[in-house]
């Protein structure tokens, strides 16, 4: 059975431009609840340790200094079937191939700075939670 939970984190360039109203208030009403929220600034090295699973990929430098380069805001998010309608609503990795309507159509400026984060597994999703988020900062 699908998981209830994802993980998401609205990226640099989103957080510089101020959408995180814009972005939060797209979470909100498709249907998931925050569960955690937290700004805060990756360094480097905890960037890595984020995408370790990408480090043999040719952007995985570049997604690293990007990811540390300003504040992001990490989020738990709460909804039946979390993992796949999230990856629905933030839509595709390139936004040149996001469909109208999806949270990466609207504010995503390229295929790395594309706006926000989504867990790809109910597994993934735990780990990337218990990344940023202790029991007591979760409600
Ligand atoms: P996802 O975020 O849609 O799950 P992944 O393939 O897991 O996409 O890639 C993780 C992140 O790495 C992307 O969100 C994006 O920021 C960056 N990325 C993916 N592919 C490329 C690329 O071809 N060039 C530069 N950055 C990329």
């Given at each position: 059975?699908?998981?209830?939970?994802?993980?998401?984190?609205?990226?640099?360039?989103?957080?510089?431009d101020n959408?995180?109203?814009?972005?939060?208030?797209?979470?909100?009403?498709?249907?998931?609840?925050?569960?955690?929220?937290?700004?805060?600034?990756?360094?480097?090295?905890?960037?890595?340790?984020?995408?370790?699973?990408?480090?043999?990929?040719?952007?995985?430098?570049?997604?690293?200094?990007?990811?540390?380069?300003?504040?992001?805001?990490?989020?738990?998010?709460?909804k039946?079937?979390?993992?796949?309608?999230?990856?629905?609503?933030?839509?595709?990795?390139?936004?040149?191939?996001?469909?109208?309507?999806?949270?990466?159509?609207?504010?995503?400026?390229?295929?790395?700075?594309?706006?926000?984060?989504?867990?790809?597994?109910?597994?993934?999703?735990?780990?990337?939670?218990?990344?940023?988020?202790?029991?007591?900062?979760?409600?």
């Amino acid at each position: 059975m699908a998981g209830n939970i994802t993980f998401t984190m609205i990226k640099p360039d989103a957080v510089a431009d101020n959408h995180i109203g814009g972005i939060t208030k797209m979470i909100e009403e498709g249907g998931f609840r925050i569960v955690a929220m937290k700004k805060t600034r990756l360094s480097e090295e905890r960037a890595g340790k984020f995408y370790e699973v990408h480090k043999e990929r040719p952007f995985y430098g570049d997604l690293v200094k990007y990811m540390s380069s300003g504040p992001i805001v990490a989020m738990i998010l709460e909804k039946d079937n979390a993992v796949e309608d999230f990856r629905k609503l933030i839509g595709a990795t390139n936004p040149a191939q996001a469909e109208e309507g999806t949270i990466r159509k609207v504010y995503a400026k390229s295929i790395e700075a594309n706006a926000v984060h989504g867990s790809d597994s109910d597994e993934n999703a735990q780990i990337e939670g218990d990344f940023f988020f202790s029991a007591d900062e979760r409600f």
